[in-house]
C-alpha cells in the first residue's frame, strides 16, 4: 500500500524554463514537434531551440516545416539535417535545398505519419498499409498483397526529444489539451526519449478532471510554463 498524500508522490517531472529545457536536448538529435501549423505548436520552446546556436545536423520530425515556421530559422542556419513530415511544399527555399542535395526531406501521407509516431509510442516498429502503394512515395519499400490490395511496409517514428505544447499541466506532470490544439503532441509525447512540453499554466495536483487528462505524467519529463511574449 502506497504511504503519505498525493502531493507528495514524486514523478521525476522537472518544472524548468524554456532556455533551460532546450539545454538538455544533444547534437545531432532527432527531434519531434507537435501542432498542425501554428494550433499547438511549441513557439515558446522552438524560440529557445532556434537560440542554441550550437546545436546543428539535427532531425526533425513534424507534419510542416512551412516558411512562416519560428523552425525555419534553424533551416536557414543550416543546421537541420533531415527533415520526416507531410507538408513542405509551401517552404520554396526548402524545397530548392532538397533539390539541390542540402537537406534530406522523407514524405509521409498525413495519416501515415501520425500512426508511424502512435506505433512508435507503443513500441512497434512497422506497419503495412495501403496509403502510397503504387506512387512515387513508395519506391525502395517493401509492399505486399494483403486482402487482395497491395500495402507498403512504414516503419514507426520515435525521437530522441519531443519538445509539444499543452494547455495545462498539474505538479505531478499530467497534461489537457485544448481543442485542436493537441494535433499530434499526446501521440509524440509518448514516442521519445525526452518529452518536453510547453503549457500556459501549471495547476496544483488534484485540480485537473481525471477525465480530460490525456498525457499521463509517465509520459513527461520537463514542464515549461510559458511566458507572456
Known amino acids: 500500500m502506497m504511504n503519505g498524500t498525493i502531493d507528495q508522490i514524486q514523478t521525476g517531472v522537472?518544472?524548468?524554463?524554456?532556455?533551460?529545457?532546450?539545454?538538455r536536448i544533444p547534437e545531432g538529435a532527432s527531434i519531434m514537434v507537435g501542432?498542425?501549423?501554428?494550433?499547438?505548436?511549441?513557439?515558446?520552446?522552438?524560440?529557445?531551440l532556434v537560440k542554441r546556436t550550437e546545436l546543428d545536423q539535427l532531425t526533425l520530425i513534424m507534419n510542416s516545416l512551412g516558411s512562416v515556421s519560428t523552425l525555419n530559422a534553424l533551416f536557414e542556419q543550416n543546421r537541420i539535417k533531415k527533415v520526416i513530415g507531410?507538408?513542405?511544399?509551401?517552404?520554396?527555399?526548402?524545397?530548392?535545398?532538397y533539390q539541390e542535395g542540402k537537406v534530406e526531406i522523407e514524405l509521409l501521407p498525413q495519416g501515415t505519419f501520425t500512426e508511424a509516431i502512435r506505433l512508435g509510442g507503443a513500441g512497434i516498429p512497422a506497419f503495412f498499409t495501403p496509403t502510397a502503394a503504387g506512387t512515387l512515395l513508395a519506391e525502395g519499400k517493401e509492399s505486399r498483397i494483403i486482402n487482395g490490395r497491395e500495402h507498403v511496409l512504414e516503419q514507426s517514428l520515435?525521437?530522441?526529444?519531443?519538445?509539444?505544447?499543452?494547455?495545462k499541466a498539474d505538479k505531478a506532470g499530467n497534461l489537457v489539451y485544448k481543442k485542436t490544439a493537441q494535433n499530434f503532441n499526446p501521440a509524440m509525447a509518448t514516442a521519445a526519449k525526452l518529452t518536453i512540453v510547453e503549457v500556459d499554466e501549471i495547476v496544483e495536483i488534484g485540480e485537473l478532471d481525471?477525465?480530460?487528462?490525456?498525457?499521463?505524467?509517465?509520459f513527461v519529463d520537463i514542464v515549461v510554463k510559458r511566458e507572456e511574449v
Not at 522537472?14 to 539545454?23: G, M, R, S, Y
Not at 501542432?35 to 529557445?48: D, E, Q, T, V
Not at 481525471?210 to 505524467?217: A, E, G, N, Q, R
Open 14 to 23: 522537472e518544472f524548468l524554463n524554456a532556455d533551460e529545457a532546450i539545454q
Open 35 to 48: 501542432g498542425f501549423g501554428f494550433p499547438g505548436m511549441p513557439r515558446h520552446l522552438s524560440k529557445a
Open 86 to 97: 507531410s507538408f513542405f511544399s509551401t517552404n520554396k527555399e526548402l524545397v530548392v535545398a
Open 158 to 167: 520515435t525521437a530522441d526529444v519531443a519538445i509539444i505544447r499543452a494547455h
Open 210 to 218: 481525471p477525465d480530460s487528462i490525456v498525457t499521463p505524467f509517465i
